[in-house]
């Protein structure tokens, strides 16, 4: 069965300063994986998706995440924040039946 | 384009009540997802439909959930009886087609609030 797992569920940083979002993933089968953002009141919209292929993948707002197989880990960083990165993170992992298993979520708070 | 549409946007139904919750996705898509997400919470799968056939209803918490795409298309999401527990928002997501052939990603509607007191 698939599952995931979001270390810590606040993460508080400064504009400018590095963000790093934890997610490690359970998985029997190779995972699909994918990081979501949400803003107050809107919907999910997809950061990056890892399906085959390239184990660095980029996604919008400068985002990108690493897939490690040996540490079952798909971490989100971005080089400098902006106060508009202020949201709501999930991390998720495609089930075999194609929904998606979410994490428990990351809330990102930017300071100035 | 359009993106799903979801309406309402806000639901307030009072305990025993029964609710509609509507889903229009991306016109063409074939696959449709509901999730609902608790207060603090990721969103946990409810169904999912390709085209009219429902798939997988494994994720209903009880025979009050009900859901429908009669032609492929748009979706209804029916709860009966609302209960306090059932206070969530319901997100419904629509994607061009399963597996990787597809490009396979879930585009999310802006979710309806329900709120049972």
């Known amino acids: 069965a698939q599952s995931v797992t979001q270390l810590g569920s606040h993460v508080s940083v400064s504009e400018g300063a590095l963000v790093l979002l934890r997610c490690n993933y359970s998985?029997?089968?190779?995972?699909?994986l994918f990081w979501y953002v949400q803003y107050p009141n809107q919907g999910l919209q997809l950061l990056l998706k890892y399906t085959t292929g390239a184990t660095l993948v980029k996604g919008i707002n400068g985002f990108e995440a690493e897939f490690k197989k040996s540490e079952t880990s798909f971490h989100l960083t971005k080089p400098s924040a902006h106060m508009s990165d202020a949201a709501e993170y999930f991390c998720a992992v495609r089930h075999n039946t194609d929904k998606l298993i979410f994490g428990t979520g990351t809330r990102l708070q930017v300071f100035p | 384009g359009a993106g799903v549409s979801q309406s309402p946007r806000y639901k307030v139904a009072k305990r025993g009540q029964d609710v509609a919750l509507r889903c229009d996705p991306i016109?063409?898509?074939?696959?449709l997802f509901w999730y609902q997400q608790a207060l603090g919470q990721g969103p946990e799968f409810l169904t999912y439909f390709q085209n009219e056939a429902q798939l997988d209803k494994s994720g209903l918490p009880s025979d009050r959930f009900f859901a429908e795409r009669p032609e492929g298309s748009v979706s209804t999401l029916k709860i009966q009886r609302t209960q306090q527990e059932d206070s969530a928002v319901y997100l419904c997501?629509?994607?061009?087609?399963?597996?990787?052939?597809?490009?396979?990603?879930?585009?999310f509607g802006p979710g309806t609030r329900l709120t049972v007191t």
């Open positions: 998985s029997s089968v190779p995972p699909y």
């Open positions: 997501a629509s994607s061009l087609d399963v597996g990787l052939a597809g490009g396979y990603e879930q585009y």
């Open positions: 016109s063409g898509h074939v696959s």
